[in-house]
Nanobody, 122 residues
């Protein structure tokens, strides 16, 4: 069982930055692929970024060059650094965990956090 708790969301002006954090419970954090996802009102939850066990990273086209996913296995935490934020980045951001990166790409991880709101004003 893995428990995830996101933090770091908030209100920021366009062009600004935020850093999201997601500490995870459990002793096998390093075995999980981790991902960040987001859901805006009236839309489906979508993949934002994924990092696997070997620190390979994958990004949605909409965030490439602006967002960076990273993990600290010693702290059981995954991060999402978000720069050059745009109003269209406004959403609830969730982290997810699964042994299978494919499940993350399909937005179907075994474990979800409760989400943190990110609002970008124009």
């Amino acid at each position: 069982q893995v428990q995830l708790v996101e933090s770091g969301g908030g209100l920021v002006q366009a062009g600004g930055s935020l850093r999201l954090s997601c500490p995870a419970s459990g002793r096998t954090f390093s075995n999980y692929a981790m991902g960040w996802f987001r859901q805006a009102p009236g839309t489906e939850r979508e993949f934002v970024a994924i990092i696997n066990w070997s620190d390979s990273t994958y990004y949605a086209d909409s965030v490439k060059g602006r967002f960076t996913i990273s993990r600290d296995n010693a702290k059981n935490t995954v991060y999402l650094q978000m720069n050059s934020l745009k109003p269209e980045d406004t959403a609830v951001y969730y982290c997810g965990a699964d042994f299978s990166p494919e499940q993350l790409f399909q937005v179907r991880p075994d474990y979800w956090g409760q989400g943190t709101q990110v609002t970008v004003s124009s």
